[in-house]
Nanobody
Framework: QVQLVESGGGFVQAGGSLRLSCAAS????????MGWYRQAPGKARELVAF???????NYADSVKGRFTISRDNAKNTVYLQMNSLKSEDTAVYYC???????????????WGKGTLVTISS
């Protein structure tokens, strides 16, 4: 059974930085896409960034140039380095993983329980 455990959330002032980590277990993740969503109070969950098995990345426009996603397959861990944080980045951040089957076919996402990031203005 896949388990994802996020860490690194917390309280930081605007302009500061945080690094989120997500450790995966219970499967083989080197061939999986891994990424992050977030959900702010009263808003829908939105995609923040993802990284494919080949290392390709994709970011939401709102975080481009400020956030960097990376992965360490030896540790089954995905990271989200968040710089120049803004109050609007306040949210619960959820890690996910899904199998890449090729030809833009993917398995269902497995989710972590989330880690809270609070940015004070």
């Amino acid at each position: 059974q896949v388990q994802l455990v996020e860490s690194g959330g917390g309280f930081v002032q605007a302009g500061g930085s945080l690094r989120l980590s997500c450790a995966a277990s219970g499967g083989i993740f080197s061939t999986n896409e891994m990424g992050w969503y977030r959900q702010a109070p009263g808003k829908a969950r939105e995609l923040v960034a993802f990284i494919g098995s080949g290392g390709g990345t994709n970011y939401a426009d709102s975080v481009k140039g400020r956030f960097t996603i990376s992965r360490d397959n030896a540790k089954n861990t995905v990271y989200l380095q968040m710089n120049s944080l803004k109050s609007e980045d306040t949210a619960v951040y959820y890690c996910y993983t899904r199998t890449e089957y090729g030809n833009n076919v993917y398995g269902l996402r497995d989710w972590g329980k989330g880690t809270l990031v609070t940015i004070s203005s």
